[in-house]
């Protein structure tokens, strides 16, 4: 039986047990309340954490829980269990689980949504997006056929995505600071400050080349970007003051203070970058971090509608670059997470990144 026959008798099968879904349910007040509960406590956790043995003893009476993270799939899964129509509560049980890289446990929870909508492209989106994480050719085909299936368009944008990604992945590193024509952008990545609000050496090393990078390009704009605070500074505070004490025209640089992470980092940058224009990024941050980050910057970029060429320059955090080309299968895992919340599938209540 060909593959195609095989996804038909999928699909025919899946389409029947939607026909026979129950309905919405209605709740009586105690099950609103505890669904209210759970939710509550799984976006709490999620943003900032908490104390884990006080979520056990006030919300999970009974259940051991092992982090942070365990706490929001735990949330989740009670929420889904009580209401069973709701499927952004399944996509969120499949969030936690691949943040706490559970490969297994979140294909098999987007198998159970496409069990519940057969037409859940977002989860098909994720299935072809693991099964290239796990490296399974057949998977891959598989899903991909799936989603071809149901939005032709839809499937081949993320082809070309994994294809991206995987071009990305495959890049030797190089300690090479470019030079490029014309008015390119330097975008310079933050990393988490200390608690006194001093930067860490990881982020000394990035501004070291972020500045060999400045002085080599004397068109090029630079964008910092890190917006966790700590003693009242963030990391675009900081790292603009290091450039100018280094002899950056203060006029040169922008601040991005407000992104969290790498995935804000990414779409910030790349709306500053729409914004004030640019003929090419020129990326700094560390050897270790640069494929995951080059991924969400291209993606970011692609979202706003800008096919800018994006060249690496790292900060080298680890002992050669021939350690810096090694992709373990926990950065496949975090790159392709990665480039899925930038493309817009990372689904929480009231949360789409």
């Known amino acids: 039986m060909t593959q195609t026959h095989t996804i038909r008798r999928i699909a025919c099968g899946l389409a029947l047990l939607g026909a026979l879904a129950a309905p919405a349910l209605a709740y009586d007040d105690a099950t609103e309340a505890r669904i209210k509960t759970l939710v509550e406590t799984g976006m709490q956790y ?8 006080k979520a056990e003893a006030e919300v ?6 092992h982090g942070r993270y365990d706490v929001v799939e735990q949330a989740f899964t009670e929420a889904s269990t009580l209401a069973p129509e709701r499927l952004d509560f399944r996509y969120a049980v499949a969030s936690t689980q691949i943040i706490q890289k559970k490969i297994p446990e979140a294909e098999a929870t987007y198998q159970e949504i496409v069990r519940h909508d057969p037409r859940a492209t977002d989860a098909y989106a994720w299935l072809a997006a ?5 490296g399974d050719a057949d998977a891959t085909a598989l899903a991909d056929i799936a989603l071809a299936s149901l ?4 499937a081949e944008r993320y082809r070309a995505r994994f294809a991206r990604t995987e071009a990305i992945l495959a890049d030797p590193p190089t300690a090479t600071v470019p030079a490029l024509p014309g008015k390119p952008v330097i975008l310079v990545l933050g990393y988490a400050l200390a608690k006194d609000g001093t930067m860490q050496q990881t982020l000394l090393d990035r501004l070291d080349v972020a500045l060999r990078a400045a002085n080599t390009n004397p068109t090029a704009r630079l964008i910092v970007t890190g917006g966790q605070p700590q003693a009242g500074v963030t990391e675009a505070d900081l790292m603009t003051r290091w450039l100018v004490e280094k002899g950056v025209d203060r006029d040169r640089i922008i601040g991005e203070d407000k992104a969290k992470d790498t995935v804000g980092n990414g779409l910030n940058a790349a709306s500053l970058i729409k914004r004030h224009g640019g003929d090419a990024v020129i990326l700094v941050t560390s050897a270790s971090h640069m494929r995951r980050a080059r991924v969400v910057v291209e993606e970011a970029l692609a979202q706003y509608g800008l096919s800018l060429a994006v060249v690496p320059a790292i900060a080298l955090d680890v002992p050669s670059l021939e350690e810096a080309a090694k992709v373990s299968p926990d950065e496949r895992l975090v790159v392709y997470r990665d480039l899925m919340r930038t ?8 949360l789409q990144q």
Do not use: N, Q
């Not at 999620?46 to 043995?53: L, Q, T």
């Not at 493309?343 to 009231?350: D, E, I, R, T, V």
């Open 46 to 53: 999620y943003w900032s954490g908490g104390d884990v043995k």
């Open 60 to 65: 999970f009476k009974g259940i051991t829980l």
């Open 130 to 134: 693991l099964a290239r994480v796990r």
């Open 151 to 154: 939005d032709r368009p839809l």
């Open 343 to 350: 493309s817009g599938l990372w689904a929480y209540p009231g």
